[in-house]
């Protein structure tokens, strides 16, 4: 193996982050690669544990009954509590494979899916694969989310080590700029499931997006549904940077609406968000909600939902089962995505970079 220590980026506190050195991950298994991580994506959730004291506050509020308790069984008993290894969106490059690999090839550019699956289980086979039932116990399997969602670490690190990597490891199309699909691996699939396939059962459907908490997640969102012929699509937010680029991808920037819409994405990640995008939905509307809603009650406005007919998709994504179309999509269109990173930085000014208030923080180095 060429790396004996590596580097690896730690969230130490809240707004704390430091390089720490562990040991260099090896191939274990026969099936295993091990990969380079060259561009990292900061994931919208991160924003979470860095800029809030949400571990303590977490763990006040479960013991009040004020946040469901199921937190725990996503990432841990005490969630975000640093020191841990944060980060699982990237584009890296294949450094080593395992006897049993056979597609992934090393030095091949490939996007790393945040969550780890084998891709043969009966979850992963239904595309659920961030619950694949191989690697994932109690909690999430995942790169970035601490120790209590397996010995993964994170991806802002010199070397990573991927299981099931022929399943997992999905090859940056060449003709795409890897910045491009820099969030492939999470926000941007996070962004598809919300708006692809709902256009696929509703072409020309309208379209509502409420920005501003998962920040980036809403962008690409606004910017896929233009892209997929959605009729029109409306991105509210207060913040009036990333009206500007949701109105570059040719969304409405709104900051109040009072329309009904076939579609709805809630991405402002409070519960009255999704009040309200669940009030926006004309009859037989789809709202996908993308964002964290820690309280133990949200007042999810059922009797309305009764009388329009609404449908409520909510949960993790499962950026794995929707990359290939995702990437496909990218080569073909060449859709700007690199356009929501607000601050690229280079990859040594990660600990500064990563803790930046910005909607979307993209790290880079050269590849090898
Ligand atoms: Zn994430
Ligand atoms: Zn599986």
Same mark, same amino acid.
């Given at each position: 193996?060429?790396?004996?220590?590596?580097?690896?980026?730690?969230?130490?506190?809240?707004?704390?982050?430091?390089?720490?050195?562990?040991?260099?991950?090896?191939?274990?298994?026969?099936?295993?690669?091990?990969?380079?991580?060259?561009?990292?994506?900061?994931?919208?959730?991160?924003?979470? #544990?860095?800029?809030?004291?949400?571990?303590?506050?977490?763990?006040?509020?479960?013991?009040?009954?004020?946040?469901? #308790?199921?937190?725990?069984?996503?990432?841990?008993?005490?969630?975000?509590? =640093?020191?841990?290894?944060?980060?699982?969106?990237?584009?890296?490059?294949?450094?080593?494979?395992?006897?049993?690999?056979? /597609?992934?090839?090393?030095?091949?550019?490939?996007?790393?899916?945040?969550?780890?699956?084998? +891709?043969?289980?009966?979850?992963?086979?239904? =595309?659920?694969?961030?619950?694949?039932?191989? %690697?994932?116990?109690?909690?999430?399997?995942?790169? &970035?989310?601490?120790?209590?969602?397996?010995?993964?670490?994170?991806?802002?690190?010199?070397?990573?080590?991927?299981?099931?990597?022929?399943?997992?490891?999905?090859?940056?199309?060449?003709?795409?700029?890897?910045?491009?699909?820099?969030?492939?691996?999470?926000?941007?699939?996070? *962004?598809? /499931?919300?708006?692809?396939?709902?256009?696929?059962?509703?072409?020309?459907?309208?379209?509502?997006?409420?920005?501003?908490?998962?920040?980036?997640?809403?962008? $690409?969102?606004?910017?896929? *549904?233009?892209?997929?012929? *959605?009729?029109?699509?409306? $991105?509210?937010?207060?913040?009036? +940077?990333?009206?500007?680029?949701?109105?570059?991808?040719?969304?409405?920037?709104? %900051?109040?609406?009072?329309?009904? $819409?076939?579609?709805?994405?809630?991405?402002?990640?409070?519960?009255? =968000?999704?009040?309200?995008?669940?009030?926006?939905?004309?009859?037989? =509307?789809?709202?996908?909600?993308?964002?964290?809603?820690?309280?133990? &009650?949200?007042?999810?406005?059922?009797?309305?939902?009764?009388?329009?007919?609404?449908?409520?998709?909510?949960?993790?994504?499962?950026?794995?089962?929707?990359?290939?179309?995702?990437?496909?999509?990218?080569?073909?269109?060449?859709?700007? *995505?690199?356009?929501?990173?607000?601050?690229?930085?280079?990859?040594?000014?990660?600990? /500064?970079?990563?803790?930046?208030?910005? %909607?979307?923080?993209?790290?880079?180095?050269?590849?090898?």
């Amino acid at each position: 193996m060429m790396f004996r220590r590596v580097r690896e980026l730690h969230l130490i506190g809240r707004g704390r982050l430091a390089w720490r050195e562990r040991e260099a991950p090896t191939v274990q298994d026969p099936g295993d690669a091990i990969v380079r991580p060259f561009i990292a994506g900061r994931c919208d959730g991160d924003t979470l #544990p860095i800029h809030r004291p949400v571990s303590r506050a977490l763990q006040a509020g479960v013991a009040l009954g004020v946040i469901d #308790p199921v937190v725990g069984c996503i990432c841990g008993s005490v969630p975000f509590k =640093g020191p841990f290894a944060i980060g699982h969106e990237c584009v890296a490059q294949v450094v080593a494979v395992g006897a049993a690999v056979e /597609r992934v090839r090393v030095g091949e550019t490939v996007v790393v899916p945040w969550a780890v699956s084998c +891709g043969s289980c009966s979850q992963c086979l239904r =595309g659920l694969t961030s619950k694949c039932s191989t %690697t994932t116990s109690r909690t999430l399997a995942a790169y &970035g989310f601490g120790a209590a969602s397996g010995p993964w670490g994170g991806v802002v690190a010199d070397a990573v080590r991927v299981p099931f990597a022929d399943h997992m490891l999905v090859p940056v199309p060449a003709g795409v700029p890897p910045l491009r699909v820099a969030a492939a691996g999470d926000n941007l699939a996070d *962004a598809w /499931r919300s708006v692809v396939p709902p256009l696929g059962e509703r072409p020309g459907a309208s379209v509502l997006v409420i920005g501003g908490g998962a920040a980036s997640i809403g962008l $690409y969102a606004a910017g896929l *549904a233009v892209a997929h012929e *959605a009729a029109f699509v409306d $991105y509210v937010d207060g913040d009036p +940077g990333r009206r500007l680029i949701a109105e570059s991808f040719g969304a409405r920037p709104m %900051t109040a609406t009072s329309a009904a $819409y076939d579609i709805v994405v809630e991405a402002s990640s409070r519960a009255a =968000g999704l009040r309200r995008a669940i009030r926006s939905l004309a009859p037989g =509307g789809i709202c996908t909600a993308v964002g964290f809603y820690l309280a133990a &009650g949200t007042r999810v406005p059922l009797m309305r939902m009764y009388a329009t007919d609404a449908t409520l998709r909510i949960g993790v994504s499962h950026a794995r089962a929707a990359l290939p179309d995702l990437l496909a999509f990218v080569e073909r269109t060449g859709f700007a *995505a690199e356009r929501v990173a607000t601050l690229t930085a280079g990859w040594d000014d990660a600990p /500064r970079a990563y803790a930046a208030r910005t %909607t979307k923080v993209v790290l880079q180095r050269d590849p090898l």
